[in-house]
């Protein structure tokens, strides 16, 4: 409810917020564990996947510039790159490694995380090929994921008025909104991105 949202918001200082259309959580078995498990499959708009040669290091687009990490549990890190290639994935003083499975896939655990509020880069790196990803302005904290019918889809703006865009510079917010797409089973990606909180961004926030 309310009042768990205010109070882990003030403990973690930094909350992000992931908003899916109603039917893909009713179609996802694996709903329930989607937040325990820091691992929600969704995916990067500004990237055409068909596009991507087979083999090359990348990542679901909910792993990209911005993201919020879940606090205080294991933290799944996963994408794809050429098959048996080594990859590793590092992250503060963390660095952990795997090898990529026959169809490209790899996945890693990252130990549980303190909440912090500065932006830091999370690297991933495979090989052969020496290809490497960056994701800039990574935070730790409270993930929640946002699920409704349509009234969820309607902005800030078109509800509250200019005033609480005009307020709603907050670096600590972060907003990943899915695209309009459910999937009958659980996917790897989807269409969506991560937006900081400003006047900016905020008009189109649930």
Partial sequence: GRGEFDQRRR??????????????????????????????????SDVDYRCVAPGMLRLPSILSDHMVLQQDQPVRIWGWAAPHSKVWVVFEEHRVETTALENGSWQVMLPALTADDTGKELIIRSEPGAQQLVIHDVVVGELWLCSG???MAVGLAEMNGDRPVRESDDSKLRFFQTGFHAPSEP????????????????????
């Fill in 11 to 44: 403990t973690s200082r930094t909350l992000g917020l992931i908003w899916t259309m109603e039917s893909l959580r009713r179609q996802s078995t694996r709903g329930a564990n989607l937040k325990s498990e820091s691992g929600i499959a969704f995916m990067h």
């Fill in 149 to 151: 019918q349509s009234n």
């Fill in 187 to 206: 996917a790897g990606d989807c269409q969506g991105r991560w937006e900081v909180s400003c006047p900016e961004s905020a008009e189109s926030f649930s």
